[in-house]
């Protein structure tokens, strides 16, 4: 929280292996892909800024970081092909 000296208002963990979180302002959603879980997550961020689950994609090993469009899709990278991969967040509301 910035208005209150970086004090934590939420926090949530699922996953393993992220460096790079994408953030969809519009749907206010996190995405991070993980090496380790071979995953894509999403993450909902309330209105009072409180972080929670929302779903999980499979994804690719190796992967590491994530990035969303503004059309409602989230991205991962396959370092392997040396590719990204597009994923409809389908997962529903928060």
Do not use: Q
């Amino acid at each position: 929280d910035v208005e209150h000296a970086g004090a934590t208002i939420g926090s949530a963990s699922h996953g393993s292996g992220f460096d790079v979180i994408g953030y969809d302002p519009k749907k206010m959603r996190l995405f991070a892909a993980g090496s380790s879980c071979k995953c894509l997550n999403v993450f909902g961020v309330g209105t009072d800024g409180v972080v929670g689950f929302v779903g999980e994609k499979a994804a690719v090993s190796g992967t590491h970081c994530a990035v969303a469009d503004d059309v409602g899709h989230a991205w991962f990278c396959d370092p392997t092909s040396g590719s990204v991969v597009r994923v409809a967040d389908d997962t529903g509301a928060r």
